[in-house]
């Protein structure tokens, strides 16, 4: 019966890269998802993003990408406590961006794109740090 188990384990430790890749990919698609809800919302009212005061823009976008994707992990049975920290990977980058770009070390222009450059490692960088819990 011991061999059983080894082998059991060996296949869920195999599996553990897939079920972490797999993770990431569905949170970037639940993001992309709030994303184009946002952009399509917007639209439906005759505006765009960019008729938004730069840090509201910043602030919509961060929560339309956060929402969903904490959704989506209450749906797939996660703690509260990682969609909180998961959460998080994307509010603080996107209230960081926006306190540079109040202290004028962001120019509006590069304020979306440093939002959404700094989403994705902070994301994985929570992932990489509860690592044992997205290998499952």
Do not use: C, N
């Not at 005061?53 to 990682?82: D, E, F």
């Amino acid at each position: 019966m011991h061999g059983f188990s080894e082998a059991i384990r060996t296949r869920t430790a195999a599996k553990g890269p897939l079920v972490f890749a797999r993770h990431l990919a569905e949170m970037t698609v639940a993001m992309m998802l709030g994303m184009g809800v946002l952009g399509a919302g917007v639209a439906v009212m005759g505006s765009s993003l960019s008729d938004a005061p730069t840090a509201v823009s910043a602030a919509g976008m961060g929560i339309a990408m956060t929402v969903p994707m904490v959704w989506w992990m209450r749906v797939r049975g996660h703690l509260t406590r990682h969609s909180v920290e998961m959460g998080a990977s994307m509010i603080v980058p996107t209230a960081v961006v926006i306190v540079l770009y109040w202290l004028s070390a962001v120019p509006a222009h590069g304020v979306m794109m440093v939002e959404h450059s700094v989403m994705i490692p902070a994301m994985l960088l929570v992932m990489l740090l509860r690592y044992e819990h997205y290998l499952r």
